[in-house]
T-cell receptor, first 112, second 113 residues
């Protein structure tokens, strides 16, 4: 799996958009970008994943640069409940069952 | 819809005692199943994964073992716990197939004393 680099922490004001960056400059062509978050003392929660195109779901949007070397997760209207550690992972299971490798992530703190 | 259950939520065990943590998945068939551990202040570490009944792959050699006696049941065990086994144990499942996201349970917080 390609290595990803994320800032260790970020702050965002409640109600504003939270933009979480991730660098994955060594990503290979068949690796997807996954985002998960982990609220304190809970299991990680899947947010979104994508390969090349931008993706959007009810939780967030994922913007992947054209060269795929970086991406941004966007929480459009952050709430206090979005305070969590956010993990960006570059991964291709290749049809097998290899598990994801989690790094240290970004601790996002939503300020009231 | 699919759900994943882990129990117990918390557990305190003495050093040298056995361990059995259970995970079950509902609402899906033939899932891939995973056990992760998160030590205090550290990242998630993949311990075991399984693609089917009786099929277990180990990522990290240690005094833990895993078994999958039924399609949607995954068990993590130890014969003799060590202090270093303390941590947050998470079970996860995914649909069989490439690049399916993992879905995690709420975990078991194990303290070995």
């Amino acid at each position: 799996d390609a290595k990803t680099t994320q800032p260790p922490s970020m702050d965002c004001a409640e109600g504003r958009a939270a933009n979480l960056p991730c660098n994955h400059s060594t990503i290979s062509g068949n690796e997807y970008v996954y985002w998960y978050r982990q609220i304190h003392s809970q299991g990680p929660q899947y947010i979104i994943h994508g390969l090349k195109n931008n993706e959007t779901n009810e939780m967030a949007s994922l913007i992947i640069t054209e060269d795929r070397k970086s991406s941004t997760l966007i929480l459009p209207h952050a709430t206090l409940r979005d305070t969590a550690v956010y993990y960006c992972i570059a991964f291709n299971s290749g049809g097998g069952a290899d598990g994801l490798t989690f790094g240290k992530g970004t601790h996002l703190i939503i300020q009231p | 819809s699919q759900t994943i259950h882990q129990w117990p939520a918390t557990l305190v065990q003495p050093v040298g005692s056995p361990l059995s943590l259970e995970c079950t998945v509902e609402g899906t068939s033939n899932p891939n199943l995973y056990w992760y551990r998160q030590a205090a202040g550290r990242g998630l570490q993949l311990l075991f994964y399984s693609v089917g009944i009786g099929q277990i792959s180990s990522e990290v050699p240690q005094n833990l073992s895993a078994s999958r006696p039924q399609d949607r049941q995954f068990i993590l065990s130890s014969k003799k716990l060590l202090l270093s086994d303390s941590g947050f144990y998470l079970c996860a499942w995914s649909v069989r197939g490439p690049n399916s996201p993992l879905h995690f349970g709420n975990g078991t917080r194990l303290t070995v004393t």
